[in-house]
């Protein structure tokens, strides 16, 4: 199985600034195979990027995805109101799919 | 527009079993690969099992399988996931999940979630 694991835990950021997440296989994933998604309190989560670098449709281009091997990146360009909320990480190249355990980013 | 509903989550003792529903509609159901997701309590999200869309192929994490049986009725657009040997660390809210499927190929990538139901076990 593969192990992602995400850092940092939380991110503390104010509305403007740049975020940037972090997640780290236990072993090289896919490029093809990561994904990103978005969850907000109470809500179920929302598919942001596929292959490690596509925005899935309707996300806005302030959020954007790189990486390959074993490191990889989700970034907000500038956060708006609405990008706080939980981003969790996904690779879904072995037939047993894992997430990473999730960052927070809050409001400073 | 896709809808799927969940149900059947409540509170059972440890040792014992649940069935849990997802009903879906809005979209061809028998063209989709399905997902169960859970989350803990204040946790991350945990994969827990996905079934084809013929419903012929189930694939399980290695902690419920053995346990839990997913299983799909393609006449009634519903989904299942049979729970039984349900321990403490089960606890969780249940998503089912549409796969994204891509010109007739799954992804096991999720698009669709419903808003999930809560299983307790707790004695």
């Known amino acids: 199985e593969i192990v992602l694991t995400q850092s940092p835990g939380t991110l503390s950021l104010s509305p403007g600034e740049r975020a940037t997440v972090s997640c780290r296989g236990s072993?090289?994933?896919?490029?093809?195979?990561l994904a990103w998604y978005q969850q907000k309190p109470g809500q179920a989560p929302r598919l942001l990027i596929y292959a490690a670098s596509t925005r899935a449709t309707g996300i806005p281009d302030r959020f954007s995805g790189s990486g390959s091997g074993t490191d990889f990146t989700l970034t907000i360009s500038r956060l708006e109101p609405e990008d706080f909320a939980v981003y969790y990480c996904q690779q879904y190249s072995s037939s047993s799919l894992t997430f990473g355990g999730g960052t927070k980013v809050e409001i400073k | 527009q896709v809808q799927l509903v969940e149900s059947g989550g409540t509170v059972v003792q440890p040792g014992g079993f649940l069935r849990l529903s997802c009903a879906a509609s809005?979209?061809?159901?028998?063209?989709?690969?399905m997902h169960w997701v859970r989350q803990a309590p204040g946790k991350g999200l945990e994969w827990v099992t996905a079934i084809s869309s013929g419903g012929d192929n189930d694939y399980y994490d290695a902690s419920v399988r053995g346990r839990f049986t997913i299983s799909r009725d393609n006449s009634k657009n519903i989904l299942f996931l049979q729970m039984n040997s349900l321990r403490v660390d089960d606890t969780a809210v249940y998503y089912c999940?549409?796969?994204?499927?891509?010109?007739?190929?799954?992804?096991?990538?999720?698009?669709?979630w419903g808003q999930g139901t809560l299983v307790t076990v707790s004695s």
């Open positions: 999940a549409r796969d994204w499927d891509v010109r007739g190929t799954p992804t096991n990538l999720f698009d669709y």
């Open positions: 809005g979209f061809t159901f028998t063209n989709h690969r």
């Open positions: 072993q090289s994933v896919s490029r093809t195979s």
